[in-house]
């Protein structure tokens, strides 16, 4: 099985700054016949279900604030958010969908400073 | 609007079973792969289960309920199943339903449901 792994476990960051979550893939996510990475991000806040932010790791699902961005290839990657807002106060969650079992990173606890 | 609404959870004792149902809306439902995701109380997400598109031949499972749990999907009724058998503690989580978001290749989910808590004690 593919280990999704998610630094930090949790992060604080003033209003109007940069957040950054990491997660890395026990092997390459990277399908390389047509060149996407399977990987995306969730973010789910208290008492909600996940919801969608970024697939193929880097494009943004339809909705989601240009605020928030994904990087990476192969097994390391990266969520961004430019400008922390209040709403964006929530567990974050990375997921390979490369080959079952999909599986999750054990989540990012963003706050705000 | 597009909706996912799941049903059948409740306080099972160990060994018992369960049927989850998880009955879709504002979408065609027999397009696309469905899958069970869970969440243990305070803890992260699982995924459990999934069932392709269309006639839903294909089927996968996590190793934690392969042989125990069995997905099923009825397309005439848009309604998404989990058959949950030979129930154990560490079964106990909010189960949610999940549509895949038909990108091609493994499963990202673009709509989920609320949730059913499954919790097995004696």
């Known amino acids: 099985d593919i280990v999704m792994t998610q630094s930090p476990d949790s992060l604080a960051v003033s209003l109007g700054e940069r957040a950054t979550i990491n997660c890395k893939s026990s092997q390459s996510v990277l399908y390389n016949s047509y060149n996407k990475n399977y990987l995306a991000w969730y973010q789910q806040k208290p008492g909600q279900p996940p919801k969608l932010l970024i697939y193929?790791?880097?494009t943004r699902e339809s909705g989601v604030p240009d605020r928030f961005s994904g990087s990476g290839s192969g097994t390391d990657f990266t969520l961004t958010i430019s400008s922390l807002q209040a709403e964006d106060v929530a567990i974050y969650y990375c997921q390979h969908y490369y080959t079952t079992p999909w599986t999750f990173g054990q989540g990012t606890r963003l706050e705000i400073k | 609007e597009v909706q996912l609404v799941e049903s059948g959870g409740g306080l099972v004792q160990p060994g018992g079973s369960l049927r989850l149902s998880c009955a879709a809306s504002g979408f065609t439902f027999s397009s696309y792969a469905m899958s069970w995701v869970r969440q243990a109380p305070g803890k992260g997400l699982e995924w459990v289960s999934a069932?392709?598109?269309?006639?839903?031949?294909?089927?996968y499972y996590a190793d934690s309920v392969k042989g125990r749990f069995t997905i099923s999907r009825d397309n005439s009724k848009n309604t998404l199943y989990l058959q949950m058998d030979s129930l154990r503690a560490e079964d106990t989580a909010v189960y949610f339903c999940a549509k895949d978001r038909g990108n091609g290749g493994g499963s990202v989910f673009d709509v989920w449901g609320r949730g059913s808590l499954v919790t097995v004690s004696s």
């Open positions: 069932i392709s598109g269309r006639s839903g031949d294909n089927t």
């Open positions: 193929w790791a880097s």
